[in-house]
Every structure is written in structure tokens, then in C-alpha cells.
């Protein structure tokens, strides 16, 4: 049986009365604490560039995804799919966890959240399964799909849920962004994914049951009224939050197209180690009309990156 949410840990009371964490738990603070942000300690980035391997036609593999889209309509598009990079999820998320760096049973994540908005063409392997080998310790991990740009952000938020219920205090979001598809998306879609790209972020949470500052998902058809957030602080967003929150932005980081799961991530990442203490992140889907964003504390080493090559 699967659950929907973050279970909840009972405790038995301390002597002083308090309950949760305060009373055995791993975290540091009363359940009643103050509220608090996640703390980016670690970034990786993966951004390949240039083609693939070489397409090699296999008739099985070409039957199945005309049978996906028979039922839809949609037909197989075999020179587009032949002359994409066809990078699965599974290859790129592991070279974002590479990028990461060594990650030792002490600072490994307790939890493994991963982020996408396409679907993989590759349907034998799951991400989080394939990452989750690969880390000390066996984490949980599971993946989080269907929320187009949005996705990283309530994969944070389910992550931090966790945290404050079970205990956990380092979390591991992966984002990626798969672009070769067997069927045509079409050119101006938001959703599309046109190159290839997988951000890993180690976050560490040690507010434990404390609740959870700055973070929220609304709806807001564009354009909408004052940010819900601190505007003095710096903005990293995706380039719709121009339009559905128009205003002066003094100290913003704008991510480009192209990558809905990844852009504002991959931007994000550029930061640590280097840039504020303290940012914003934010995001608009127009689809769907809703804003997600989150306040982050920055602080750690400054993040591997690689262009793929």
C-alpha cells in the first residue's frame, strides 16, 4: 500500500512535556519552533551538449510507441525521435549526482525526491530507483511527475514534509529534463523540453517539526497582484513570473526557456557558494495558473557544474 503523504512519528512525552522531535527525535528544535527555510548545501548540474549515439531501428521498440499514441492520434515520429539525443532520465539524473560530489554516510540524503515535467522514453528504468543505489544508506526515493515547471517545487515541499514528520535532515531534490520524445511536441507548448539537462540539490532541513517558512503554491491567473513573498529578498525565477507578478525587481536571476523542470534550478545552482545568503525562487505556469515559490538559505562550497562534454 502506497501513502499519499509524509507519515507522521509519534513519540512518547519528555519529562518536560514537549513531544516529536524535541523529545528524541533527530531534529534540533521543539515541534512549536520557529519557523525555518531549507538550506541549499550542495549543487550539481548537468547540462550535455552535441548529439547522441547514432539511432539504431528496432521494430519492437518502434511498434510500442506507435501503439502509445494509436489510441490519442498522435502518429510515431521516427525522424524526429531518430535525430534526437535520446539521453535517458536514468543516464542524466546519475551524471547531476556525480556532479554533486562524493557523498559520505554522514551528509548522504535521508530522502530522494525526483522532478520532471516529460515524460522518459525509456520505460524499462525509474530514476529514482536507478539513484537510489548509488547513495549510502538506501534512501527513500520516489518520483513526482504531472506538474509541469512546477514539479521541482512541490517536490521540495513534500520533501521538507517529510523532514519535519520523520526525523530526516538532508534531502536530495533531482530535477531533469529529457528532451527526445517519439511523438511531436509542438514548437511553442511550454511543457517542451529542447535540450537536455539535470540539476541535483542537497538541501539540508534542521528546523525539525518546525513549521516551514516561505513556501506556497497559489493560483494566479497572470497578472496577479503583489508577490507572496518577501520581495526585498533576491529572485531566481523562470521568465513567466514577469507577466503574472509585473513589478521592479532590483536583485533577479531570470531562467531561460526550453528547460521547464531544470532552467530556474540550473540557475539557482550558479549561486552557491557565491552568491546571497538568502534567495527566493518562483515559478509561473500558465497552464495550469498557478505560482509556486520557496525562500532557500544559500551556503556551502561552490557547486560542480558541467557542460556534459
Known amino acids: 500500500m502506497f501513502r499519499a503523504t509524509a507519515p507522521v512519528r509519534s513519540a512518547a512525552p519528555a519529562a518536560d512535556g514537549t513531544t516529536g522531535d524535541a523529545a528524541g527525535g533527530r531534529g534540533d528544535g521543539p515541534a512549536d519552533g520557529p519557523a525555518r527555510v531549507p538550506r541549499l548545501v550542495r549543487a550539481g548540474r548537468y547540462a550535455p551538449a552535441g548529439p547522441g549515439t547514432p539511432y539504431v531501428p528496432a521494430a519492437d521498440r518502434e511498434g510500442f510507441y506507435r501503439q502509445l499514441g494509436d ?6 515520429d521516427r525522424a524526429g525521435f531518430a535525430g534526437a539525443p535520446r539521453r535517458t532520465s536514468v543516464e542524466l539524473a546519475r551524471c547531476a549526482l556525480a556532479e554533486l560530489g562524493p557523498l559520505t554516510a554522514e551528509d548522504s540524503p535521508d530522502l530522494v525526491v525526483v522532478a520532471y515535467a516529460a515524460p522518459d522514453f525509456e520505460h524499462s528504468q525509474l530514476v529514482a530507483s ?17 506538474q509541469g515547471v512546477l514539479a521541482p517545487f512541490s517536490a521540495l515541499r513534500t520533501a521538507v514534509e517529510y523532514a519535519r514528520r520523520c526525523g530526516f535532515r538532508r534531502l536530495l531534490m533531482l530535477a531533469v529534463d529529457q528532451s527526445s520524445q517519439p511523438f511531436a511536441v509542438p514548437a511553442g507548448h511550454p511543457g517542451a523540453v529542447r535540450a537536455d539537462a539535470a540539476v541535483a540539490l542537497l538541501f539540508e532541513w534542521s528546523g525539525a517539526a518546525a513549521p516551514v517558512r516561505g513556501m506556497g ?77 520557496c525562500t532557500l538559505d544559500l551556503g556551502a562550497p561552490a557547486p560542480r557544474t558541467s557542460t556534459g562534454e
Open 71 to 76: 489510441p490519442h492520434g498522435v502518429p510515431f
Open 217 to 293: 503554491q497559489h493560483s494566479w491567473p497572470a497578472p496577479g497582484p503583489a508577490a507572496p513573498w518577501d520581495a526585498e529578498l533576491p529572485l531566481v525565477a523562470g521568465a513567466g513570473v514577469r507577466t503574472a507578478v509585473p513589478g521592479v525587481w532590483p536583485w533577479a536571476t531570470w531562467a531561460g526557456p526550453g528547460q521547464p523542470a531544470t532552467a530556474v534550478w540550473s540557475a539557482l545552482a550558479d549561486l552557491v557558494g557565491g552568491g546571497p545568503a538568502r534567495v527566493v525562487v518562483a515559478d509561473h505556469d500558465p497552464e495550469r495558473e498557478m505560482l509556486a515559490h
Open 130 to 146: 536507478c539513484v537510489q543505489e548509488l547513495l549510502p544508506g538506501e534512501p527513500l526515493a520516489f518520483a513526482l511527475s504531472d
